[in-house]
């Protein structure tokens, strides 16, 4: 099997210096006069609506240190120590430029800062925390991409990758590999690996899915494919692809994690009324306020997130 990898690291260590044009829906969420606000039953920045919808799942009252991972901006982290005063949090991140981001927004809250590799984070300093969080940016991690040789950061041995598509397998007994097509999210395996291994408690993961599916309901509105394996994302200066869950979701598993899975649309409903059903129709929208609506509405369909609660 031919194998290249794509990792974003190069990039997010060297060349990153704005968000800008990589619109997260957290961060499109952020002002608040977005219109992305206006289309949800409830106006509330990200980390807001995120937080009331865990706190029906995890017991917040018995959370004293939280990790987030690759916080961009830090406003989820923001949000969350401002709902939850008694939560320790300390953040990790591979780009200096993010973190230094991450200092302006968490000032006025005491928080631990580091800048590392989670690929590279000793797997013993994780199992103190209570929750982990890693939203929007799984699929920023290292990724075979299927049927190229060239290797695209040589700082990434293709072969020990490689290895570790065995080591799964046969471990969680999975397929990696049998498709020759198919594309494999291997950093994202491996990290939610580590995180389950270190015996955190709740753990929150995000990103495209490749396997997500529009629902009945909002069909006649929005429609993308559900192709079932890992698609690439052109960005400015990288790529990215999108998440195999299912994957993911069977190793935490079977290290006895409970799991919840589901759209982004399950905490940011939308308010599907007229103005939405008309974006949404649109086969070129009119207004830029329209094309915003339209690509937000897509990602809360396109992106899934994964719950898990360590088991007992």
Known sequence: MKYSINSTADYHQHDLNSL???????????????????VLTASYSFGKHLYNFLKEIIPFHDIRSILEIGGGMGYLMRDFLTLNHQMQAKMIDISP??????????????????LSDILAFPQTALSGFDLAVMNENLGDLPTLVAGQEKEYDSNVDIAVMTQRLDYFNKK?????????????NIGAID???KLCLAGIKYIFLSEHSCEAVVPELINPYLSFPSP???????????KEFTIK?????KIAEMLNYKIRRGPFADFLPLNLNDKVKTALRLVTPFNDEQEIIRQFAYDLYKYE????TKGR
């Open 172 to 184: 969680y007994k999975l397929s990696l590999g049998l498709n020759e097509n198919e594309h494999i």
């Open 20 to 38: 800008g044009w990589e619109l997260t829906v957290c961060n499109s969420l952020e002002p608040v006069d977005s219109p992305c606000r206006k």
């Open 228 to 238: 079932g394996t890992p698609e690439m994302i052109s960005l400015k200066g990288h």
């Open 245 to 249: 869950f299912s994957y993911l979701k």
């Open 97 to 114: 430029f993010l973190l230094d981001k991450q200092k302006e927004t968490l000032q006025s809250f005491k928080v631990d800062f580091e």
């Open 191 to 193: 990290v939610v690996e």
């Open 305 to 308: 997130y994964l719950i898990l």
